[in-house]
């Protein structure tokens, strides 16, 4: 049944890769991005937020295509909707801004026409659009997911992050594109370098599951992707390399970057040291880049419930960061 008064959804944002799990791994973080969807007499976008400049506020918007694919795929005709977006993802630094917004959207339009989607459609329709499952997955079930794609379906696992886990991001001051990041990669890699990895993923993917943090620092390894992603971060080789003398679990780039990512394990009291250490690296390159720390977010994107007269932005001002 159509929801007249529309429908609200949180959705969080996510670190794709984790390091080895190129395309296969993704955790969700607690940073997050609101829609708000409601049926209309003409489509009318309100962005909030610094992060938003820049999206279009017309039917060209990806929220607007998103939900309509939803429609369609249900059978449905709603061309004219009321959409409006808050977020604290900051777009196109490899926090997933991308794979929240198509979440966001499709959770919101398929809960706006009573849900005639089940979650496996959405994350298959998600992962068609994202072309790879990892930050969507994430976004969608929350925690950290383990995730492969055939090109129609996409299964997963979810797993419950340690619970000590701390996530320290460091967001540089430009912006990377994905799809600039994948243009970097070789079309081919050697058995020796794809042994590398799959052991990495799989004992970094069993450590997450058993609470092994101590196993992070030797499964934190990449060579699929990073190192030719590099030459595209400034400072990045070494931050990777060193962060654990500084107190990290392991270092990684956040997705196709330019954010990196270093976890900690909470009862360590060593924060302050590594926060400067991934600025001052960042720094020597001459790279601004602010750092937040944050927390695997153990929930995936979630319908709120909308009191009546409250208006989007007021009601989740308590909320968000800025
Ligand atoms: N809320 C949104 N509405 C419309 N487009 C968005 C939204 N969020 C992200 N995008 C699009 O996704 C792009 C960023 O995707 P991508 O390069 O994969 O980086 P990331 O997902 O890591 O932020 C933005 O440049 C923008 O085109
Ligand atoms: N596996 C992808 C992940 C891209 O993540 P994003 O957050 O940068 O969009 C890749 O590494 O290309």
Known sequence: MMSEAGVRVKVPASTANLGPGFDTLGMALSLYAWIEMKPAEATNIHLYGDQMKGIPTNKNNLI?????????????????????????????????????????ALVAANELI???????????????????????????FGGLITAVWDGAHAEYLRIEPPADLEVLVAIPDFQLSTSKARQVLPEQVSLGDAV??????????AAMASGRLDLIRASMQDRLHQPFRASLVPGMERILK??????????????????????????????AELERFLLEGLGEQGIQAQ????????QGAKTLTIN????FIDSIKGEVRA
């Open 64 to 104: 607007y295509e998103v939900a309509q694919s939803v429609f369609r795929e249900a059978g449905v005709s709603l061309p004219e909707l009321e959409i409006s977006m808050y977020s604290d993802i900051p777009l196109t630094r490899g926090l997933g801004s991308s794979a929240s917004a198509i979440v966001g």
């Open 114 to 140: 009573g849900s005639p989607l089940d979650q496996a459609k959405l994350f298959d329709m998600a992962t068609a659009l994202e072309k790879h499952p990892d930050n969507v997955g994430a976004s969608l």
């Open 196 to 205: 590398f990895n799959i052991s990495r993923t799989s004992l970094f993917t």
């Open 242 to 271: 060193e962060a654990t003398e500084h107190g990290a679990l392991g270092a990684a780039l956040s997705g196709a970057g330019p954010t990196l990512l270093a976890l900690m394990d909470r009862r360590e009291n060593r924060g």
């Open 291 to 298: 750092t937040i720390w944050l927390q695997p977010c153990t």
């Open 308 to 311: 009546t007269g409250e208006q």
